[in-house]
């Protein structure tokens, strides 16, 4: 009996400090969800980026990147609204 118990209580802090992780999980899949729908746009962006606008000015790197952006939503290819190679490509080493 003391042995299922103790398994019992240990079972129940384990659940509720799970708790917090579905609330975060929930946050996650939302994002991933927005992420996954646009990745095609996105990809096709920044490919032209990597590509074509390495050696060229910040600011014309920005208007190009908008112009791209316009021209995927006229064509119905799902991207994002507004773009960021580096957020795109991934987090920073830490």
């Known amino acids: 009996y003391a042995n299922t118990e103790s398994k019992l209580v240990r079972a129940t802090k384990l ?6 992780e579905k609330t975060r999980y929930i946050e996650q899949s939302k994002y991933l969800r927005t992420v996954f729908e646009d990745i ?3 990809v096709l962006v920044s490919a032209g980026m990597i590509s074509y606008l390495g050696p060229y000015t910040s600011k014309y790197r ?8 316009k021209e995927c939503q006229s064509k119905e290819i799902p991207c994002s609204s507004t773009f960021e190679l580096s957020k795109f490509l991934g987090d920073p080493v830490k």
Not at 15 to 20: K, P, T
Request: with cysteine; net charge negative; charged share 20%.
């Open 15 to 20: 659940m509720s400090g799970l708790g917090g």
């Open 40 to 42: 095609v746009g996105d």
């Open 62 to 69: 920005s208007d190009l990147c908008a112009d791209w952006l």
